[in-house]
């Protein structure tokens, strides 16, 4: 069965400090891949995704993540943390060609002006 | 406007109670979801569908039921078999593409049982 690991639970940053949060899954055939954001009382929004091709991919507001299949990882990453990207971020992964979409605990980012 | 429309958004339910949950999308998605949030262990599928009149368990499908007789529609129902109902409950669809499938969240609805 799939899982997803997302090691940082809780992370603290400064405003224009570099973010980094880990993301691993165990499915050994092809996946696609997703980190979602949830906003303080809003709803899951997708970040970015990875289907296939570059490994690198680049999303909205900055965010990019990059898919490195030997270590089964898909961290995600910004150069410079804003304040208003105080949210939650879920990983989450789809075995290719099935219909179910696993999600890792979720890492509550804070930002500090 | 399209979208996935979850109602009602906030719920209040005496133990022993079952409560039906509605969810309609209006983007002509073929599969729909419904996930449970809890703090600390992220989202857990509880059902999915992926046609119409057909419908799959999920991780944690015990004390809950849903149907699917249209295509826009995906109901839940949390009985009073489900220990633990007081959560936040969140709908989604998503469309088959032979390049992978994207899913897309309803805004949730929050369930308390007291």
């Known amino acids: 069965a799939q899982s997803v690991s997302q090691h940082n639970h809780h992370v603290i940053l400064s405003e224009a400090a570099s973010l980094e949060l880990g993301c691993n899954y165990s499915?050994?055939?092809?996946?696609?891949l997703f980190w979602y954001v949830q906003y303080p009382g809003q709803h899951l929004q997708l970040l970015l995704k990875?289907?296939?091709?570059?490994?690198l991919v680049k999303g909205i507001k900055g965010f990019e993540a990059e898919f490195i299949k030997s270590k089964f990882s898909f961290n995600l990453r910004k150069p410079s943390v804003q304040w208003s990207d105080t949210a939650e971020y879920f990983c989450a992964v789809m075995a290719y060609n099935t219909d179910q979409l696993i999600f890792g605990t979720g890492t509550r980012l804070q930002v500090f002006p | 406007d399209g979208g996935i429309t979850q109602s009602p958004k906030y719920l209040f339910r005496k133990e022993g109670q079952n409560v039906t949950l509605s969810c309609e999308q209006n983007?002509?998605?073929?599969?729909m979801y419904w996930y449970r949030q809890d703090p600390g262990q992220g989202l857990r599928l509880i059902y999915y569908s992926q046609i119409v009149n057909d419908f799959q368990k999920g991780d944690i499908a015990e004390g809950y039921s849903v149907s699917r007789e249209k295509k826009e529609s995906f109901p839940l129902t949390v009985t009073s078999a489900q220990k633990n109902p007081t959560a936040f409950y969140l709908c989604a669809s998503s469309k088959f593409q032979t390049s992978g499938n994207t899913i897309y969240f309803g805004e949730g609805s929050w369930l308390t049982v007291v």
């Open positions: 990875y289907f296939s091709g570059d490994p």
């Open positions: 499915y050994g055939g092809t996946v696609n």
């Open positions: 983007l002509n998605h073929d599969a």
